[in-house]
Nanobody, 124 residues
Framework: QVQLVESGGGLVQAGDSLRLSCAASGGTFSTWTMGWFRQVPGKAREFAAA????????SYAESVKGRFTISRDNAKNTVHLKMNNLKPEDTATYCC?????????????????WGQGTQVTVSS
């Protein structure tokens, strides 16, 4: 059974940085596309970033482009999201997700496994 466990969230001030991590187990991590999504209560889950298995394609939502960096370590079955210059509007629960195909997607329904999420709160 695939498990994804996020860590690294917290309470920070605007302009600060955080690095989220997602540890995967129970499957062939190196063949998956990995994504980060975020959600606030009452709103739909929102795409933030995704990376294909060898990092051949990396994409970001416009709202985070230039501030967030997604990376992965296939030897350690982990994916990271480095978030710089955080803004109050980045406040959300951040979830990592695995797509069991080596093709990129920004759509929630294309991802097969999800973590529980880690809370990021940015104060102004």
């Amino acid at each position: 059974q695939v498990q994804l466990v996020e860590s690294g969230g917290g309470l920070v001030q605007a302009g600060d940085s955080l690095r989220l991590s997602c540890a995967a187990s129970g499957g062939t991590f190196s063949t998956w596309t990995m994504g980060w999504f975020r959600q606030v209560p009452g709103k739909a889950r929102e795409f933030a970033a995704a990376i294909t298995w060898a990092g051949g394609r990396i994409s970001y939502a416009e709202s985070v482009k230039g501030r967030f960096t997604i990376s992965r370590d296939n030897a350690k079955n982990t994916v990271h999201l480095k978030m710089n210059n955080l803004k109050p509007e980045d406040t959300a629960t951040y979830c990592c997700a695995a797509r069991f195909r080596n093709t990129w997607s920004q759509w929630v329904y294309d991802y097969n496994a999800w973590g529980q999420g880690t809370q990021v709160t940015v104060s102004s």
